[in-house]
């Protein structure tokens, strides 16, 4: 019913009842419609959101990714470096090659990462597929460094033991003086007669400073017929060596000596024509010519 404000008439509009229903059906689809429409609308607003997550976490993860392959590149290179350094260590301590038969790659997929320079804009099976390659490459990388490690460890070794007889190798004269009788056949000085002399006999003046010529223990201190005041050190390696006519000793039996250490000074005891030492050199008991240990020799 309409009542008009200007009029008396009264006008009257009668709706179906079907039309009623219609109307009320057509509003309720038309807000189903729009619920259903604003429902996408968040729906692709927050799938969206999530893609963008993922593709900045996948641009951090390549990016990460890319500075381990370069991480991985450079402990390549330092190791190619040490292998080389290790195969000259070898050669120098006369231990053989650095080369071994499967020294190549161990493992057939690890190639070097190539074809991506930069994998932030990598898909996930790229990037996945390089972790695979990384992975690897780092096993072969541990293989290697454990078989450089057993290397050096050898060379080690070994210069360890050649440092210690170097050490204990007699390598400087005793004393600085004269060469008044060399090793092997000579004039005895009291028999007159040709006999072999058993070391070097080195004349200087009384008093002077003995040093020893090598690392190593002394052995023995104390008098001796015809070598008066005598001392003998062990040097290891079956080296000793043995030292005459001194006044008097720096050092007692049982004392570890260094190469250079004074042990004794020269004297005129035992049987002696005048102040020099008596220098002997034994390898496994065997009396040997000293000047072949002499590095810096003066006497020639």
């Given at each position: 019913?309409?009542?008009?404000?200007?009029?008396?008439?009264?006008?009257?509009i009668?709706?179906?009842?079907?039309?009623a229903?219609?109307?009320l059906?057509?509003?309720?689809?038309?807000?189903?419609?729009?619920?259903?429409v604003?429902?996408n609308y968040?729906?692709?607003?927050?799938?969206?959101?999530?893609?963008?997550?993922?593709?900045?976490?996948?641009?951090k993860?390549?990016?990460?990714?890319?500075?381990?392959?370069?991480?991985?590149?450079?402990?390549?290179?330092?190791?190619?470096?040490?292998?080389?350094?290790?195969?000259?260590?070898?050669?120098?301590?006369?231990?053989?090659?650095?080369?071994?038969?499967v020294?190549?790659?161990?493992?057939?997929?690890?190639?070097?990462?190539?074809?991506?320079?930069?994998?932030?804009?990598s898909?996930d099976a790229?990037i996945?597929?390089?972790?695979?390659?990384?992975q690897?490459?780092?096993?072969?990388?541990?293989?290697?460094?454990a078989?450089q490690?057993?290397?050096?460890?050898?060379?080690g070794?070994?210069?360890?033991?050649?440092?210690?007889?170097?050490?204990?190798?007699?390598s400087?004269?005793?004393?600085?003086?004269?060469?008044?009788s060399?090793f092997?056949?000579?004039?005895?000085?009291f028999?007159?007669?040709?006999?072999?002399?058993?070391?070097?006999?080195?004349?200087?003046r009384?008093?002077?400073?003995?040093?020893?010529?090598?690392?190593?223990?002394?052995t023995?201190?104390?008098?001796?017929?015809?070598?008066?005041?005598?001392?003998?050190?062990?040097?290891g390696?079956?080296i000793?060596?043995?030292y005459?006519?001194?006044?008097?000793?720096?050092?007692a039996?049982g004392?570890?000596?260094?190469?250079?250490?004074?042990?004794?000074?020269?004297?005129?005891?035992?049987k002696?024509?005048?102040?020099h030492?008596?220098?002997?050199?034994?390898?496994?008991?065997?009396q040997?010519?000293?000047?072949?240990?002499?590095?810096?020799?003066?006497?020639?």
């Amino acid at each position: 019913m309409f009542v008009p404000q200007d009029s008396k008439r009264v006008f009257k509009i009668t709706i179906p009842f079907y039309a009623a229903i219609a109307s009320l059906a057509g509003l309720c689809v038309i807000l189903i419609f729009v619920c259903y429409v604003l429902f996408n609308y968040f729906y692709v607003m927050t799938e969206f959101s999530s893609i963008d997550d993922i593709q900045a976490r996948n641009k951090k993860l390549g990016k990460q990714l890319f500075s381990y392959k370069t991480r991985i590149d450079d402990v390549e290179n330092s190791l190619e470096r040490l292998k080389t350094l290790t195969t000259k260590l070898k050669i120098i301590s006369n231990l053989g090659s650095a080369e071994r038969g499967v020294d190549s790659e161990l493992y057939s997929d690890a190639d070097i990462i190539e074809g991506i320079d930069d994998f932030s804009m990598s898909t996930d099976a790229e990037i996945d597929d390089e972790f695979r390659k990384m992975q690897t490459k780092l096993k072969d990388i541990e293989y290697r460094m454990a078989y450089q490690e057993e290397d050096l460890t050898k060379i080690g070794e070994y210069l360890s033991e050649q440092s210690a007889l170097l050490a204990a190798t007699p390598s400087i004269v005793p004393v600085k003086g004269w060469v008044t009788s060399s090793f092997g056949s000579r004039l005895d000085p009291f028999t007159r007669r040709i006999e072999r002399h058993e070391g070097l006999d080195i004349s200087t003046r009384p008093g002077t400073p003995v040093v020893a010529p090598a690392d190593g223990v002394v052995t023995f201190a104390g008098s001796k017929p015809g070598y008066g005041l005598m001392l003998t050190i062990d040097h290891g390696y079956g080296i000793t060596t043995v030292y005459g006519h001194n006044s008097r000793f720096f050092v007692a039996q049982g004392t570890k000596v260094k190469r250079g250490m004074p042990i004794s000074a020269v004297g005129n005891t035992g049987k002696s024509t005048g102040p020099h030492l008596h220098y002997e050199v034994k390898v496994n008991g065997i009396q040997v010519d000293p000047r072949k240990f002499i590095l810096d020799n003066p006497w020639e």
